[in-house]
């Protein structure tokens, strides 16, 4: 005869407990709605939720600007006289700057993320001319100081050049108001 299995053996000595592990539905197959949310997650929502924010009030903002409402309005571009040429007449733009578009006609105005998602940048690419006075332009369009202090104490521009590449980059997502802007300008 054969001896009893130690299962066998464990049941009788101790029927309370269970011969096999039994997990409850949480432990066993975490789904969204049985998971922990851990202060990480909810870090993260308040991050994304902020993020929205800060895109609809740069889209508000964008649809409020007027050709009334810029500091400086763009000057008015000369049209020069062609008298054998047929059709609509060349103009000339007084401003020293000029942003080209992409080939296939949008602004060359893209937002970006660095730094694991904390720091916004929008930079303007293709961008001929005066620099600096681009650079201040947008500065007054948009309402910004010349610059921000940090948590550390720093001072950082919030429209800065970038020489090597001819771009303009401004902190924060400010794509909506820039482009709208620039639309005003004439670009």
Not at 7 to 26: T, V
Not at 104 to 112: D, K, R
Not at 117 to 141: P, Q, Y
């Amino acid at each position: 005869m054969r001896p009893p299995s130690t299962l066998l053996l464990r049941a009788l000595l101790r029927p309370q407990q269970p011969l096999c592990q039994i997990r409850s539905k949480s432990n066993w197959m975490p789904r969204e709605k049985y998971a922990k949310i851990t202060l990480l997650d909810k870090l993260h929502r308040r991050q994304k939720e902020a993020l929205r924010k800060e895109h609809q009030s740069s889209q508000l903002r964008a649809q409020k600007m007027t050709v009334q409402s810029l500091p400086d309005p763009p000057p008015s571009p000369v049209k020069l006289e062609a008298a054998n040429q047929p059709g609509p007449s060349p103009t000339i733009s007084l401003l020293p700057f000029k942003i080209n578009r992409t080939s296939s006609s949008n602004l060359p105005i893209y937002e970006s993320s660095k730094a694991g998602g904390s720091k916004h940048i929008t930079s303007i690419r293709k961008i001929t001319g005066d620099l600096n006075e681009l650079a201040g332009r947008i500065r007054t369009a948009l309402g910004l100081q010349q610059f921000v202090v940090d948590v550390k104490g720093r001072r950082k521009e919030t429209v800065a050049i970038n020489w090597t590449t001819k771009q303009v980059v401004v902190r924060g997502w400010r794509g909506p108001e820039i482009k709208k802007w620039a639309e005003l300008n004439g670009f």
